[in-house]
């Protein structure tokens, strides 16, 4: 297992216990490690499609992998070696894969703007499909919510009804323009963050589970461009930021509001790992967005085409009085030789 870093990471997961990381690579390789009570690489796997996005079950006995060509395969933890079974497979490319959390369900999102909830035991068997989204879905997320089995729609926000009159000025950038790109959960107050891809804001909700809507709490804006975001279960609020003398930044939670935290050992300790590592970073640091490909190409031929049409009708125009003055002449020709005889 050395040299695991040649390659670019398409996706990784730990485990619900931390107990187990997976990741994908450029290689189309599926690497195991085992975290405790020291990390272990487990296994090197091969995978037939380079990965978008992988989970492990709450069971920690399987890893999901969804892949480019729209297929999801599972790979063994308990048997590291064996190889991939195909669970179940799209016609458009998957951009993220999910678990209820009872492993009864799987979750998955395709380019095509669909969600698919397919019964785990039997994935042939689709609970629900066809959930037509707008514009790109690049992440689910499960709140405590069982609408996912129905298929129903609860509630929708709008991001850029929490935007404010601000976004009419310059610099101020609206985040229905751009894809979610991260969503994290906390369960300890049922709190959702927001990560909208090109734009250095997080925004938090609150779950209100009763009304069944998201409530908009607050709104954390950065300087730099933000590349991850997660919760921890105590609420604490990490951001990763392409920033190489900060390139980790802590929220906590204070009466209601998430406020920066400085003197933080475990801040301290990861910022400095970031740092004397930034090297495997370098790479990423002003690189375009990765989600532009995804967007489906719409072309607006009508303008074209009415030109062409109207070219089409002046050159038919045009020859029909070519002809029409052509046969004129000949008329008169005509009669001018008759009078003369």
């Not at 398409?10 to 009570?37: M, N, V």
């Not at 951009?95 to 909830?117: F, G």
């Not at 894809?179 to 925004?203: E, K, M, N, W």
């Not at 190409?297 to 045009?318: G, I, P, V």
Request: proline fraction near 4%.
């Amino acid at each position: 297992c050395k040299n695991l870093l040649g390659d670019d990471i398409l996706a990784f997961a730990f485990s619900p216990s931390g107990d187990y990381f997976a990741l994908t690579d450029d290689s189309k390789r599926l690497i195991l490690f085992h975290t405790k009570p020291s990390w272990e690489c487990v296994s090197i796997r091969s995978v037939n499609r380079r990965g978008t996005s992988l989970i492990i079950t709450a069971a920690e006995d399987k890893i999901l992998v969804a892949d480019k060509s729209g297929d999801v395969y599972s790979y063994s933890i308990t048997e590291p070696q064996a190889e991939g079974k195909l669970e179940l497979g799209h016609l458009s490319l998957l951009l993220d894969v999910a678990l209820s959390p009872d492993d009864q369900y799987i979750l998955t999102a395709d380019r095509d703007e669909k969600i698919r909830v397919s019964l785990a035991k039997a994935p042939h068997y689709i609970a629900t499909n066809g959930l037509s989204l707008p514009e790109v879905l690049l992440v689910i997320d499960l709140c405590p919510l069982p609408s996912y089995k129905s298929g129903e729609e609860v509630y929708c926000c709008h991001l850029s009804s929490i935007c404010g009159p601000e976004t009419t000025k310059t610099d101020q950038v609206c985040p229905c323009k751009y894809p979610v790109s991260r969503i994290t959960y906390c369960c300890q107050g049922g709190y959702v963050a927001i990560l909208c891809d090109c734009i250095p804001t997080v925004y938090v909700f609150q779950l209100d589970a009763t009304a069944q809507q998201l409530v908009y709490r607050q709104k954390i804006s950065l300087t730099h461009k933000i590349w991850d975001i997660a919760f921890e279960e105590t609420g604490d609020l990490w951001i990763l930021e392409e920033n190489s003398e900060a390139p980790l930044q802590l929220y906590r939670p204070c009466d209601g509001q998430w406020k920066p935290v400085t003197d933080d050992k475990g801040l301290q300790k990861m910022s400095k790992y970031l740092q004397d590592n930034w090297t495997v970073f370098e790479g990423f640091v002003g690189a375009e967005s990765h989600y532009s490909c995804l967007y489906k190409a719409s072309f607006d031929n009508m303008a074209a085409y009415l030109q062409r049409k109207e070219e089409r009708l002046k050159q038919q125009k045009k020859k029909r009085q070519d002809l029409q003055h052509g046969s004129n002449g000949q008329t008169k020709k005509m009669k001018t030789e008759e009078s003369s005889l």
